[in-house]
């Protein structure tokens, strides 16, 4: 069942430029030029029930522009969208209460208070009952690793345990559908896999369905099965991670360790040559070929060890956006 | 309900933050009052009058503005521009709750310290200066007393968004704002009794909406108003709130679709 369904959304910008320097700002004063960006141009989507989804595009590609449409922060330019059978703008409360949007890189938090004290009026903001207040307070409180952080004022926090917080504030009326800009922006690796870890639980555990932003495709390759791939402005690929993969990346590598020294030509009728510095030897080989391949290879020569791998997700992205620009 | 309250004490906790910077902001507020106090007491020595007034008449009046703008004229909504100007709104719009209902409620909190303080530092006056001070007695004028005040809290609400609002349009808020709040309050009647002004001018100001946050409250209180004229006086500031809640909600939703959630 569809949750979300954007169809042919546009969202321009109107800004105003400035040339650069002291002339440039008093040419401004006097007369401003305003120019209309496209933010986002004419993109489409439908994401199910429970479905967790990567949003992926370099800066400035309108992830965030996405988002904050979805979400009913923004008013579309164009087009129309449907999350939860609401449209989004019309910011219904019964809608709010279904959502949730998580921005790594802001804050919703009272400043000079402790985190509990935002947690509280949100308790009371989303009409969340005593009980389950402190249920998923609990569960989040202790996942996170916060307990002692909770009296503190927010601005003594850093930025990691900031954001720990600010993900509490948002999911502890348990939102139906979350909208995540870079959760794991600023953390370090112990947490970000933390993160992961819960974000995945949540999605089990309420069938929530998820659109991820993030620049870590370690977020995206252990989270999201498909992958919505955007850049300026328009959706260049919308389906399964496993099939970029095939598509973008049609061989696989291997990878080989030898006991013994084996001379290099013979190798060459395997596959690609990709490197060879005794014992570790890697090529490339057709994805259809990978099985055969490895059988002859584990037949012929002397092996101790064979890694068959998909050549890693950032790479594969960074060749999308590479020939997108070609075009 | 319980949500408002929970903003109005998360507001008094966060006042208290800022212990050094509030009670300086008092002390700003005790100066200007007694900067004014002792202007008048120059003016109208003893046992005179000056355009209608003896000098306790207008250091009653004078100190009851303390008082009542400490209830109409506190607020946080200042804030609303910038809200709108770094996309701080996005987290209020993203949550089911009223984002005016927040700021009133924020207001709250914030009057509800001021006042308290207001009371304590006129106490204080009270004990070393012995001002000549009338206290009314009449039932119905202290009932209209604070109505009009709870009127004119609401109106100056209304003003006080409005002039975030233009944080949709602009990046420049404060100069306006800064303008805006001078012509108030001396419209309002924060300096001296609008009606020493001469009466043509005055004939003008009771139809506009200033004159209702502080000149008209302290006028009933003072006893100095006739049934009739209190009533049209409630009907004017019932007027302008009607037309100031047309006025944002207009603007409001005007500013939403070009908000741009800035800079997240």
């Not at chain 1, 996942?143 to 900031?162: C, D, I, M, N």
């Not at chain 1, 390759?221 to 399964?240: P, Q, T």
């Not at chain 1, 994805?287 to 890694?307: C, E, G, M, Q, S």
């Not at chain 2, 009223?98 to 509800?112: E, P, Q, S, T, V």
Request: aromatic share 14%; net charge positive.
């Amino acid at each position: 069942m569809p949750i979300i369904s954007v169809s042919h959304l546009s969202k321009t910008y109107r800004v105003h430029t400035k040339e650069a320097g002291l002339s440039g700002t008093l040419k401004a004063i006097v007369s401003r030029e305003y120019k209309t960006i496209p933010a986002v141009d004419d993109i489409s989507f439908v994401i199910d029930s429970g479905e967790v989804v990567g949003f992926i595009g370099p800066n400035g590609a309108g992830k965030t522009t996405t988002l904050k449409c979805l979400s009913g922060l923004l008013y579309p330019t164009k087009g129309t969208i449907d999350v939860l059978g609401y449209e989004p703008f019309k910011r219904d409360y019964q809608f709010l209460r279904e959502i949730s949007l998580v921005m790594g890189q802001k804050n919703q938090l009272w400043w000079d208070l402790p985190a509990q004290e935002t947690f509280l009026l949100n308790k009371e903001i989303y009409d969340i009952s005593d009980e389950q207040y402190k249920t998923v307070l609990h569960d989040l409180v202790a996942l996170l690793e916060v307990e002692e952080l909770l009296t503190v004022s927010v601005k003594t926090l850093s930025l990691g345990q900031r954001m720990k917080m600010e993900l509490i504030a948002s999911l502890l009326h348990t939102p139906k559908v979350l909208f995540l800009d870079e959760p794991t922006i600023g953390l370090d690796v112990v947490m970000q896999q933390k993160i992961r870890e819960f974000l995945r639980e949540y999605n089990k555990k309420y069938n929530a369905s998820i659109l991820l932003t993030s620049h870590y495709m370690g977020d995206v390759e252990e989270l999201c099965k498909r992958v919505i791939i955007i850049n300026f402005g328009k959706i260049i690929y919308d389906g399964l991670l496993a099939d970029l993969v095939k598509k973008f990346a049609p061989e696989k590598k291997i990878r080989i360790i030898f006991h013994e020294y084996v001379d290099p030509k013979k190798l060459e009728k395997y596959g690609k040559f990709v490197s060879f510095q005794f014992p570790e030897w890697v090529i490339h080989v057709p994805r259809d070929k990978t099985n055969t391949t490895t059988a002859a290879i584990l037949k012929d020569l002397p092996v101790a060890d064979v890694f068959i791998e998909d050549p890693d997700i950032e790479g594969i992205i960074r060749e999308v956006f590479a020939r997108e620009k070609k075009i | 309900m319980r949500r408002y309250v929970q903003i109005a004490k998360n507001t008094w906790d966060e006042t208290f933050t800022y212990r050094f910077s509030f009670i300086t902001y008092r002390i700003r507020n005790i100066l200007q009052i007694l900067t004014v106090y002792y202007l008048w007491t120059f003016f109208i020595p003893q046992n005179t009058t000056f355009l209608g007034y003896t000098q306790s008449q207008m250091l009653t009046y004078i100190l009851a503005t303390m008082i009542v703008s400490s209830v109409v004229m506190a607020t946080r909504s200042q804030a609303i521009g910038n809200d709108i100007n770094q996309g701080n709104l996005s987290s209020f719009l993203l949550k089911p709750m009223n984002y005016f209902g927040y700021w009133f409620a924020r207001d709250i909190g914030d009057k509800a310290v001021n006042l308290l303080f207001s009371i304590a530092e006129l106490t204080l006056l009270f004990m070393l200066l012995h001002p000549p001070f009338f206290m009314q007695t009449n039932p119905f004028f202290l009932v209209s007393a604070i109505l009009s005040i709870s009127l004119g809290t609401i109106l100056y609400f209304y003003f006080s968004v409005l002039m975030g609002c233009f944080g949709f349009w602009s990046n420049e808020i404060w100069g306006p704002r800064f303008v805006f709040y001078q012509l108030l309050s001396f419209f309002a009647g924060s300096l001296f009794p609008l009606d020493i002004l001469p009466k043509n001018l005055y004939a003008v100001i009771e139809y506009l909406p200033f004159s209702y946050l502080l000149y008209f409250p302290i006028k009933i209180y003072l006893g100095d108003l006739s049934i009739l004229m209190i009533i049209k006086g409630l009907l004017i500031t019932g007027f302008w709130i009607g037309v100031m809640h047309l006025l944002v909600s207009r603007v409001w939703n005007k500013g939403l679709r070009i908000y741009t959630a800035y800079g997240r």
